[in-house]
């Protein structure tokens, strides 16, 4: 078996690159042939991906977080038909590896033995238009409140995890709500929002249980609406998507479909699987069972 490494050096807070010498070595261990990328800039796994030669790999294997994840399937998804690409696999060493939970890939440990193993399964995987070009996610993505923290907790990156808590109480003192029109296979939805999450998978920010019914390959994706709550309200709430329960709150909503098409006033930044790219308005389809993921 052979595979084409894409490994993201700083993800994890650089704990990527210091574990390089020691997966390369497992894989040999195992008989594993394959060809290391490292990426050397932001969104270089882009690149890296769109002029692999595939044909010449049994798998193509992620070794870093959710964006490590996304920039990969983007490289290859614009840059060759679904059908041509061998299975991907993820080497789970980034601070969020929310995807890689649904493939029950909980470390490095755990990818390594998808790689081993060599069972590919099918998932489904999600677009969003911008400027009429197509981008791709296996997670989520989402907008509002989520990605406001997200762009707050990006200042702070220095402090790592307290980044987010950080992201949290400062978009908490300073909430805001925007005005939402969202069409969900042809049925219209508006009024004020916190926040939307469009999920393909269960979790996000690694063990958050954003939408606890979600199944990656389904052919649906499962969408939370939030709309408008006090502080005090949205602060009690943030704590139960750890376990899933915040589903329950009345201001909370969830659908599924195959296709939205989401507008907002004013526009909002796209977080889609952790990564601050895109705005509003956009339109996000699922595309049922187009790649093969190793778990």
């Not at 614009?78 to 789970?92: C, D, R, V, W, Y």
């Not at 755990?110 to 998932?123: A, E, L």
């Not at 995890?161 to 925007?178: A, E, K």
């Not at 009690?236 to 599924?256: D, E, Q, R």
Request: glycine fraction near 8%.
């Amino acid at each position: 078996m052979k595979i084409a490494l894409i490994v993201n050096p700083h993800a994890g807070g650089k704990k990527s690159k210091k574990l390089l010498p020691l997966i390369e070595k497992k894989l040999s261990f195992h008989n594993i042939d394959h060809d290391t990328y490292i990426s050397l800039y932001h969104e270089h796994c882009i690149k890296i991906t769109a002029e692999l030669k595939i044909d010449q790999y049994d798998a193509i294997i992620a070794m870093g977080g959710d964006g490590t994840s996304y920039h990969v399937l983007n490289g290859l998804l614009l840059a060759f038909e679904s059908e041509k690409i061998p299975p991907l696999g993820i080497i789970p060493v980034g601070s969020g590896n929310s995807f890689a939970m649904d493939l029950n890939l909980l470390n490095y440990e755990d990818g390594i033995r998808s790689i081993v193993k060599n069972s590919p399964k099918w998932v489904d995987v999600c677009s969003f238009t911008q400027d009429k070009k197509k981008f791709y996610f296996v997670n989520l993505t989402g907008l509002g409140f989520v990605t406001d923290v997200a762009k707050t907790a990006q200042k702070f990156k220095f402090f790592k995890d307290f980044s987010y808590i950080i992201g949290v109480f400062y978009r908490t003192i300073n909430l805001s709500f925007h005005s939402m029109e969202l069409e969900i296979d042809g049925e219209i939805i508006s009024g004020e929002n916190c926040f939307v999450e469009f999920c393909n998978s269960r979790y996000t920010g690694g063990n958050m249980l954003m939408a606890p019914d979600a199944k990656i390959d389904d052919g649906f994706m499962d969408i939370i609406v939030a709309g408008k709550m006090s502080r005090i309200s949205l602060l009690a709430t943030l704590p139960k998507i750890f376990k899933g329960t915040h589903v329950k709150h009345p201001a909370v909503s969830c659908f599924t479909a195959k296709k939205a098409k989401i507008k907002t006033w004013p526009e909002k930044t796209l977080l889609p699987d952790g990564e601050i790219f895109g705005v509003t308005p956009a339109t996000i389809m699922v595309h049922h069972k187009m790649v093969r993921y190793l778990n």
